[in-house]
């Protein structure tokens, strides 16, 4: 006999495509916002604002959720539990279309939570409804929830170089510009700075203007293998900024990333002060 519902929708694939195809996607929230990531080489980049960087990790959990084979038998197919899900057209918690070469693969809809890190999905051309892993906020519906907070970090600098002090590798020693040792500990606490910066998001419009005419706290001019960037850090009201030379829009950061930057003591780092 001829297979109806769930056990016929069982046979199509909720994706009959590979995650490695896709070069563009469309994310869409239950409040109309929607944003779109496009790939660029190896990278998925944020259009909507000024192709920034977009976390890899974030768009490959969600690729990879969407086109796993493991996707366990329909759990409905009925038009009442499109709605009763969240997974019909007009009723939805994330609308995602996956393209490649501006040709849609695949629109899916994803609704309710059935339990911990599990998700109700329709492929929109298909009747059944599906679970699998992942969650609604794990796919933002604006492009700065997208945004790679690690793209600021410097993770092999060569040379540093401040309002008060400079420093500059000589294999694996490091050297002040007065050519002394700097505080071991105090040359940790930078490293690691750099190491671990994370953008907290980007400054609004208005925030925007008001920085570009602000003086920077601190500039740091780093070199690295990859190149040399220059960091200025700000502060507006109760908030803290960051803006790199490598990109366009100034971005926020944490207090605690800020000050670990700030509180560097110069005496210290130059080795004009004994370590103690």
Do not use: C
């Not at 570009?212 to 690295?224: I, T």
């Not at 502060?235 to 930057?261: K, M, N, Q, V």
Request: hydrophobic content about 40%.
């Amino acid at each position: 006999p001829r297979l109806t519902g769930p056990a016929q929708d069982a046979l199509e694939p909720l994706a009959a495509f590979a995650s490695a195809s896709i070069d563009e996607i469309y994310v869409g929230d239950e409040y109309d916002n929607e944003t779109m990531l496009r790939k660029t080489g190896d990278r998925w980049t944020l259009p909507e604002l000024e192709n920034l960087p977009a976390d890899n990790a974030m768009v490959d959990r969600l690729l990879a959720a969407i086109t796993s084979s493991d996707t366990d038998w329909p759990i409905a197919d009925s038009t009442a539990a499109r709605q009763r899900f969240q997974v019909a057209s007009y009723y939805y918690q994330r609308r995602i279309r996956l393209l490649e070469n501006y040709a849609v693969l695949g629109s899916y809809f994803l609704g309710t939570s059935p339990g911990f890190r599990k998700i109700h999905i329709r492929n929109e051309s298909q009747d059944a409804i599906y679970s699998i892993a992942f969650n609604a906020f794990d796919a933002p519906g604006h492009s700065g929830g997208w945004l790679d907070r690690k793209l600021l970090q410097v993770r092999t600098p060569l040379r540093i170089t401040a309002d008060t002090y400079s420093l500059h590798r000589q294999g694996s020693d490091w050297q002040s510009g007065i050519g002394l040792r700097p505080d071991e500990r105090e040359l940790e606490a930078l490293l690691t700075s750099l190491r671990s910066l994370q953008v907290d998001g980007i400054a609004n419009p208005d925030q925007q203007r008001d920085l570009a005419e602000a003086e920077a706290a601190l500039v740091l001019e780093v070199e690295s293998l990859t190149g040399t960037v220059t960091l200025e850090l700000f502060t507006l009201g109760d908030r803290y900024f960051i803006h790199s030379s490598e990109y366009p829009l100034t971005f926020t950061i944490s207090a605690y990333d800020y000050e670990r930057l700030l509180s560097i003591d110069f005496r210290l780092i130059s080795g004009e002060l004994p370590s103690g």
